[in-house]
């Protein structure tokens, strides 16, 4: 079982503090049960990274659970450069997955470019990867939104041509080779609706995380503390 072991939690990039929404309940979950549990947050985008650290609620509850760093690089953002000395500066937390006991990686959505793949890789020697998706509560009218009551993509047009969104959903409903690590993460049955057919596959439903009991209790708390 993971509690046996020193558990490690790695998150790279999130792209919007929203994600937290999402982890932070899980891995206060676990840290509740196994005090060995560590998440390590790394950030590329310093607006994201200072939009975080002005968020005292968010913050504070990652400094419970584990530390958040910001990954200087020359360059400019997209550039070769900049894309260059990250994943230089990404070759220690390489080594450090590979000296724990057990590993998860947390990834947005899918795994895509070509240093999560190789993360992922290495993590799989150690633990698991898992992918997680919007934790939405309006899957069923997504579900009609993008699908007709046959399954199939609906086709939307711009200027008499069919538009890239369509193409890309019915490539990614049929070709069924996007990567979600060992698993997606996923709140319902609806959305594994959803996600099934828009190609994915893998899922661990895991409810809504903001209703799990630890984080009730530390938003309780922290309310309580607020307006004392």
Not at 87 to 102: A, D, G, R
Request: glycine share 4%; proline share 4%.
């Amino acid at each position: 079982m993971i509690s046996r072991f020193k558990l490690y939690i790695f998150l790279k990039n999130p792209q919007r503090i929203g994600h937290f929404d999402v982890l932070l309940p899980i891995i206060l979950e676990l840290k509740k049960n196994d005090s060995n549990v560590f998440l390590e947050v790394v950030y590329f985008d310093s607006e994201q990274y200072e939009i975080l650290k002005k968020n005292r609620f968010t913050y504070e509850m990652i400094d419970k659970v584990g530390v958040v760093k910001l990954l200087k690089s020359p360059g400019r953002r997209g550039s070769i450069v900049r894309k260059f000395f990250l994943c230089l500066k990404l070759i220690p937390y390489i080594f450090k997955i590979l000296s724990k006991n057990y590993v998860i990686f947390l990834q947005w959505k899918k795994i895509i470019h070509p240093i999560d793949k190789i993360i992922s890789k290495v993590v799989s020697i150690r633990g698991k990867t898992l992918t997680y998706q919007p934790m939405n509560n309006h899957y069923l009218e997504e579900m009609r939104r993008h699908f007709d009551e046959f399954g199939s993509p609906r086709i939307e047009f711009v200027d008499n041509e069919e538009t890239q969104n369509t193409t890309n959903l019915r490539q990614e409903q049929f070709i069924k080779k996007i990567d979600v690590g060992d698993s997606a993460l996923i709140n319902s049955v609806d959305s594994l609706n959803y996600f099934a057919m828009m190609g994915l596959s893998n899922f661990s439903i895991i409810g809504y995380t903001h209703l799990y009991p630890e984080y009730v209790n530390y938003t309780k708390k922290k309310l309580s503390y607020l307006f004392a």
